[in-house]
């Protein structure tokens, strides 16, 4: 393999520095492939690309999004590739994958944007996959002819944005299984809804206990289809709320076995507590409100506790730790082991 020389790209968004690469080798697993890792100088973003043999090019560029706040450049082509159907699914398609991890590493801002809602929906990626026309055009004599965009959950956020803002990097986009509104050419307010959403589908978790499974059944192919059996009138309600906000019927199952959908609500709690601090002081001092008018309705589910923190547990113990290798294990393992 030759090496790539990136002296001659000149960015287009300055905000970013010079590309630098720090890996480029040739993987056989999980299928043939070159894989080059790199970043910005200056900046927290990375970028991860990975082309195919050149008989299996076709002139392609697709670029998967990670979901929930992003973060990592390995995501959709490695832990989680068999939600968006991996390397083999791109090389198929006659395309190479970029990753970004969107201009920041885990959950924290890059200090040099700050909270900068530009450079995490779309500028990071606008650049990673300008820089990848770049090697592409190394690596197989061309740049790609078309430029494609997606994502799930927050990449569905993103994705819209990405070919809004820069639609001379992309072609198309498909933003799937989104749960926000998508705002106006301009508006740069935080994600709206998202975290409503998710505190809908929890609180019926709550109310239906082990009713949820009857729900299921009822939802579920050869079922009765009426979701609301066996529900007192509090649990109808919730439910009822929760299929008005967009809740799809026959997912039901998903409220019963929840993934990353709590991180992302808890990781936004203490954002909506200090923008709508009024909310949580009326929930428990206003008729109109559950806490208020229903108390009865909640009281078994506060929690008081103080406790002593015994140890901490890291992602790479998750991994290896035998304690953490049975199959109930599983979603919390794959969520925190995603590099």
């Known amino acids: 393999m030759e090496k790539i020389n990136c002296s001659s ?3 287009t968004d300055d905000y970013f520095g010079a590309p630098y690469i720090d890996v480029d080798v040739w993987n056989d697993t999980p299928t043939p492939h070159r894989y080059i890792h790199g970043g910005f100088e200056g900046t927290d973003t990375r970028f991860a690309y990975y082309f195919p043999p050149h008989a299996r090019y076709e002139n392609r560029l697709f670029q998967p999004l ?14 989680l590739g068999f939600v968006t159907g991996g390397l083999e699914m ?3 398609l006659g395309g190479y994958a970029v990753e970004s991890n969107m201009g920041h590493i ?14 995490y929906g779309w500028r990071a990626a606008a650049e990673s996959a300008r820089f990848s026309k770049y090697v592409a055009t190394q690596v197989f004599g061309s740049s790609p002819k078309y430029s494609y965009v997606f994502g799930g959950s927050g990449g569905a956020r993103r994705s819209p944005l990405c070919l809004a ?3 001379e990097v992309w072609d198309a986009a498909l933003p799937y299984m989104g749960d926000s509104i998508d705002s106006d050419y301009g508006d740069m307010n935080l994600v709206r809804n998202g975290a409503g959403n998710f505190s809908s589908m929890f609180n019926v978790q709550r109310l239906l206990g082990t009713k949820i499974y009857d729900l299921v059944d ?12 066996g529900l007192n009138t509090y649990q109808r309600e919730e439910l009822a709320t929760l299929y008005r906000i967009g809740y799809p ?10 993934m990353g959908q709590i991180w992302l609500w808890s990781s936004m709690a203490e954002r909506l507590q200090k923008e709508d601090a009024a909310y949580f002081e009326a929930f428990w001092s206003k008729p109109g409100y559950v806490g208020y008018d229903q108390p ?8 008081n506790v103080r406790t002593t923190v015994k140890r901490t547990l890291l992602a790479r113990e998750m991994a290896s730790n035998p304690e953490f290798q049975e199959p109930e294990y599983d979603q919390i393992r794959n969520l925190g082991t995603v590099n």
Not at 68 to 77: D, F, V
Not at 106 to 119: F, N
């Open 106 to 119: 885990g959950d924290v801002m890059d200090p040099k944007a700050g909270p900068d809602p530009t450079i």
């Open 218 to 229: 009822a939802m579920s192919p050869g079922g009765s289809g009426n979701p609301f059996a």
């Open 249 to 258: 019927r026959g997912d039901e199952f998903m409220i019963a076995q929840p």
């Open 66 to 79: 990670e979901g929930a706040n992003a973060g990592h450049e390995n995501a959709n082509m490695g832990t």
């Open 165 to 167: 803002y820069a639609p």
């Open 9 to 11: 790209y000149e960015v």
């Open 296 to 303: 009865e309705a909640i009281g078994h589910d506060i929690l």
């Open 90 to 92: 791109v090389f198929r």
